[in-house]
């Protein structure tokens, strides 16, 4: 049985003969064309999917965030961190 690989990113199915990425983490699969060798690599520069490597950044965001979360407080410019983590937010949930 003929087992179809699709693309994470684009939605749209991998055909055998075409080279593509698998996710270090997911095993989630992206055409060459689709995968951002810049956005989408760990720190050890393995391949991540995008929603992998979203999860590694907020990972890192959270342990940020939590360990001077008193100078996010004391500075005027914690609020524009605020702000564009709002904004985020906003983005992903449409
Ligand atoms: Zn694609
Ligand atoms: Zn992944």
Partial sequence: MEVKLKCI??????????EYIECSDCDAKMHKGCFDGELLTDA???PLCPIC???EALDWLD???S?????????????????RLLS???MIEK
């Fill in 53 to 55: 490597a979203s999860i």
């Fill in 63 to 65: 342990e940020l965030i």
């Fill in 88 to 90: 985020l937010l906003r």
């Fill in 44 to 46: 050890n520069g393995n």
């Fill in 9 to 18: 990113i684009c939605g749209k199915s991998i055909s055998e003969d075409e």
């Fill in 67 to 83: 360990a001077y979360t008193k100078v996010y407080r004391m500075d005027p410019r914690g609020s524009e961190v605020r702000d």
